[in-house]
């Protein structure tokens, strides 16, 4: 990392892994019904939203970091504490709540936000070095 902005950009980096990571997981149970109460009994499926935001918000992280240096451990560190932040939050939620839910869903964000993230991690870390 060059400077102090770098190094700035990269802990507001690490803040919005947990940020996504908790606002994932509170809309992890969310269902249709919950958007549209009128719309009847027969609207009760799932709405997995967040996956799709883990999804899309993970790999932008990791590449994001990882245009601030070519280290693993920079590049890597949303990823990481995503993943952290994800399953300390999702055992041991506010109150001593899961807040992982008990289906598909759960297995499914996690497999949303970390296989694309290290995807991209790898195709981070699989490029030659650059010369400054």
């Given amino acids: 990392m060059r400077g102090l902005g770098d190094r700035l950009f990269f802990v507001v980096l690490l803040v919005d892994a947990v940020l996504?990571?908790?606002?994932?997981?509170?809309?992890?149970?969310?269902?249709?019904?919950?958007l549209a109460p009128g719309v009847g009994v027969d609207a009760n499926w799932p709405l997995p939203i967040s996956v799709l935001v883990a999804?899309?918000?993970?790999p932008l992280l990791v590449s994001s970091a990882a245009r601030l240096?070519?280290?693993m451990s920079v590049a890597g560190a949303p990823l990481l504490l995503w993943l952290v932040a994800v399953i300390g939050f999702g055992?041991?939620?506010?109150?001593?709540?899961?807040?992982?839910?008990n289906d598909w869903r759960s297995l499914a964000?996690?497999?949303a936000g970390a296989l694309p993230?290290?995807?991209?991690?790898?195709?981070?870390?699989?490029?030659?070095?650059?010369r400054a």
């Fill in 20 to 34: 996504l990571a908790v606002a994932e997981l509170a809309f992890l149970p969310l269902r249709v019904r919950d």
């Fill in 55 to 58: 999804g899309l918000t993970v």
């Fill in 69 to 71: 240096s070519s280290r």
């Fill in 91 to 101: 055992i041991a939620g506010p109150g001593g709540d899961l807040m992982l839910t």
């Fill in 109 to 111: 964000l996690l497999a």
């Fill in 117 to 130: 993230g290290a995807v991209m991690l790898g195709g981070v870390l699989g490029q030659p070095p650059t």
